[in-house]
């Protein structure tokens, strides 16, 4: 307040609202706002005098209104499709889940969502409850914004686990999906190209296309446990390559990453250390960086080992970038609570420093994971006492123990149904499932056929290898979930042997 309006004991400021109409028919009205002071140091109080109008508005009609219109889309949103919801939604449209429904008392059992803890039958983690408990007990219950890339303890621990990043390298993210998103969008631009397996989770096409970028697909081969196949990957790149320097100004239609996904969602694949350094040095030799989609982690089986791709980069020198995205949700079996995260594993050259700093700035949008749910990843991954940490170790080693009895349960069953080969799994939650097509009547063609009429028949949902972008020349197969009680998979296996006898063909 100035020194004139401080010693003036009232001051009448008249505010003039010009031009304020209705449907451009009303006239200018005024409001006067009065305001008062009795000194220099008390603050103003202000008396609104009455609204006055010099004209009445017309009444209101709808007829004004009638006039349709459309608020559009964003681009980005109409960009964005999701192939398994446009395959297996018309199928389930008409499915019920009730067997006293249907009239046959088959109560719909799903071998299809890829969620641990759909059946409830393995607990959560004791060191997660206690650490939440702990956290709600404390004075300020874990209610205050973070950083948005995440408290420095979460980021200190996930550091740790991964060994060769520092927490400046880490970013917490709403889930692993959220991190791939976080990634994808730092290191994408629209007309640009990343490269993904087939099969493969649909996520990574969702999110290159919904930013107006592309993606190329490398093949997985089922006869070679799903690995990568490396002559198929060079070839794209170098297909890439010779696009790129043609001279035609398409620089755009640059590979900005291969993504690889290890333990890997639908294959249920777990890549050698071997392998993977052949990928690292194929990558740098093209000087693509990496994107390792490890959320599954050490959920391995039959004593497969996991190598996460940074540590074997790092062995033969750091000779390639890795964008690491994982999480705790599958392996500790809280995916509700969308905890994951991506850490920056830079060349020795620092070839991805700018893409770094441009995700750390998108974080800024969300804010991260939840407060109270990343002071679980301290817990989990660095325990501060002897009890966590024994606690956290053993119900691991229950966890695998029951998912491998349950997975070499469906995977023995599925194989004694006519028709239908399973690929053995090596690790996460999944299996594959090759359909002979030729060993069933002409009802099943493929395996969208197969999935409909095992949900009309048996009401059983599986996932059709569709879904997950399988080539037509690999043949027909489904994707099967086996973390389901191992009275239910007996239950959803003794079905399917019936259904395929049922359309076994006849001589």
């Not at 408290?151 to 999906?177: F, L, Q």
């Not at 002071?375 to 691991?396: C, M, Q, Y």
Request: proline residues 6%; charged residues 20%.
């Amino acid at each position: 307040m100035t020194n004139d309006v401080a010693s003036s004991d009232t001051v009448a400021i008249q505010v003039e609202i010009a031009s304020l109409s209705i449907m451009n028919e009303t006239k200018p009205r005024s409001d006067t706002i009065v305001t008062s002071t009795t000194s220099a140091s008390s603050s103003p109080s202000i008396d609104y005098a009455p609204l006055t109008s010099t004209s009445t508005p017309p009444p209101f009609s709808l007829e004004d209104y009638e006039d349709s219109w459309v608020a559009p889309a964003s681009q980005k949103s109409l960009r964005t499709f999701n192939p398994i919801r446009s395959i297996v939604d018309p199928i389930m449209a008409t499915s019920i889940k009730c067997g006293k429904e249907r009239g046959d008392g088959k109560d719909q059992i799903s071998l299809a969502l890829g969620d641990p803890t759909a059946y409830g039958n393995i607990p959560p983690c004791p060191t997660i409850v206690n650490a939440v408990t702990r956290a709600l007990h404390s004075p300020n219950m874990a209610a205050g914004y973070v950083n948005a890339c995440g408290t420095p303890e979460a980021r200190a621990a996930i550091a740790k686990y991964h060994s060769t990043s520092s927490a400046e390298d880490v970013i917490v993210a709403n889930g692993a999906s959220g991190a791939l998103e976080l990634a994808l969008t730092a290191l994408l631009d629209e007309g640009s190209i990343l490269l993904v397996p087939r099969p493969g989770f649909p996520l990574y096409e969702v999110i290159a296309q919904s930013h107006g970028a592309s993606v190329l697909h490398y093949d997985v081969l089922p006869n070679q446990g799903w690995e990568c196949d490396l002559d198929h990957m060079e070839s794209v790149l170098n297909e890439s390559r010779e696009c790129t320097n043609s001279g035609d100004g398409n620089n755009d239609k640059i590979i900005r990453g291969i993504l690889i996904n290890n333990p890997s969602n639908p294959t249920g694949a777990v890549y050698s250390k071997e392998h993977l350094t052949q990928i690292a040095r194929l990558a740098a030799r093209y000087r693509v960086p990496i994107v390792s989609d490890e959320i599954y982690g050490d959920m391995t089986l039959g004593g497969r080992i996991f190598y996460p791709m940074a540590d074997i980069v790092a062995e033969i020198g750091s000779i390639v970038p890795v964008i690491t995205a994982s999480g705790i949700g599958k392996q500790y079996l809280i995916p509700g609570w969308r905890l994951g995260w991506i850490c920056f594993h830079d060349s020795h050259h620092g070839a991805i420093q700018e893409v770094k700093k441009g995700a750390q700035r998108l974080a800024q949008v969300i804010l991260g994971a939840s407060h109270l749910a990343q002071v679980v990843i301290p817990a989990v991954l660095n325990p501060s006492t002897e009890g966590d940490r024994l606690a956290t170790t053993s119900w691991k080693k229950q966890l695998h123990e029951m998912i491998q009895n349950q997975a070499s349960l469906l995977c023995s069953l599925l194989n004694d149904c006519h028709g239908l080969e399973v690929i053995q799994p090596q690790g996460a939650m999944y299996a594959m499932v090759k359909i002979n097509v030729d060993m069933f009547d002409d009802t099943i063609t493929d395996d969208v056929s197969f999935m409909g009429l095992l949900l009309e028949e048996e009401n059983i949902v599986v996932l059709p290898g569709k879904a997950f972008g399988m080539k037509d020349s690999f043949g027909d197969f489904f994707r099967v979930v086996f973390c389901a009680p191992e009275d239910i998979i007996q239950s959803a296996a003794k079905r399917m042997l019936c259904f395929c006898l049922r359309h076994k063909l006849s001589n």
